[in-house]
Structures are given as C-alpha cells and as structure tokens.
C-alpha cells in the first residue's frame, strides 16, 4: 500500500466517517459508520445546526440542537478518522491513538459548554466551540504521547 494512502483514508474519513473504511476495504464496519453518521446527525439536528451557525445565528442553532444525540458525534467522528488511518499503515508508534482521543474529549467537553460558554464574549454555539476545542486536544495527545513514549 501506498505511503499516502494512510493520510487520504483519513482524510476521507474526516469528510465522512465512514469513507474511510470503505477505501480500505472494511466494508461492513464502513457502512455501520455511515449509518451511525446518518442516525446522529438526524437525531441531533446536526446539518440544521451547522447551517445556523454558518448564518451567525448561534441562539437558533443552540435550540435546535439535541444533545443528548449530538454528545455521541465526537466519539463517532474520531474513531471513524483514527481506525481509517490505522488500517490504512499509520499509527504504527505507540499511544499514536492519544490525539485522536484527547482531542474526542475535549470536543465533547466544548460541546457542553457551548450552550453558556462565550470566547471574548462571543457564544460560539454548539458547532464553532467543538471545533476550537480540536486542536488543543490533538496538541494534549500528542505532548501525553510524547510524555509516555519517552518514559517507556
């Protein structure tokens, strides 16, 4: 397999969770993500909420969202992206998962925040304050990975 084939796995599976593991041929685990997808996203109001909250109307997009399903996404969405790469070649070095699961955390930890929580006192919502929440929870698990790594 391609060297570059781990990287557009999980990229496809950043578009879709699910698409990456398709292109690797796990259809059947494939299929069950992108039906887990379809039920979060249907159930959380999801696509509604990322079009409100493209429109700037993040009190709209708070009330339309539910979150009791949508706390289920960032899980579903990471282990979609970090299973894609990892059957793809990639993740060989050890806790290689931590990024992905620090960051899921932290994800989830802005989405229950996002109802009440305001950056420089703007609401951010249940869309923008997740996302924000990515990075430092990629930068988290790489330095806990790094951390780990060393003392072993």
């Known amino acids: 397999m391609n060297k570059y084939n781990k990287y557009e796995r999980l990229f496809w599976s950043i578009a879709f969770p699910g698409f990456g593991q398709i292109l690797n041929g796990k259809f059947l685990k494939g299929f069950l993500l992108i039906a887990l997808e379809f039920l979060v996203n249907v159930q959380s109001n999801f696509n509604k909420v990322i079009l409100l909250s493209f429109h700037g109307q ?3 997009a708070i009330e339309q969202t539910n979150y009791q399903w949508l706390m289920f996404y960032p899980c579903l ?3 979609s992206a970090w299973d894609a790469y990892k059957d793809a070649g990639g993740g060989k070095k050890p806790f290689s998962f931590l990024p992905f699961v620090i960051s899921a955390y932290f994800v989830t930890v802005g989405l229950i925040y996002s ?3 305001r950056v420089m006192g ?3 919502g249940p869309m923008w304050l997740p996302i924000l929440c990515v990075a430092p929870g990629i930068g988290i698990g790489l330095l806990f990975k790094k951390l780990i790594n060393q003392t072993h």
């Open 122 to 124: 703007v609401l951010l």
């Open 58 to 60: 993040i009190d709209k």
């Open 77 to 79: 969405y990471m282990f």
């Open 115 to 117: 109802p009440d929580l």
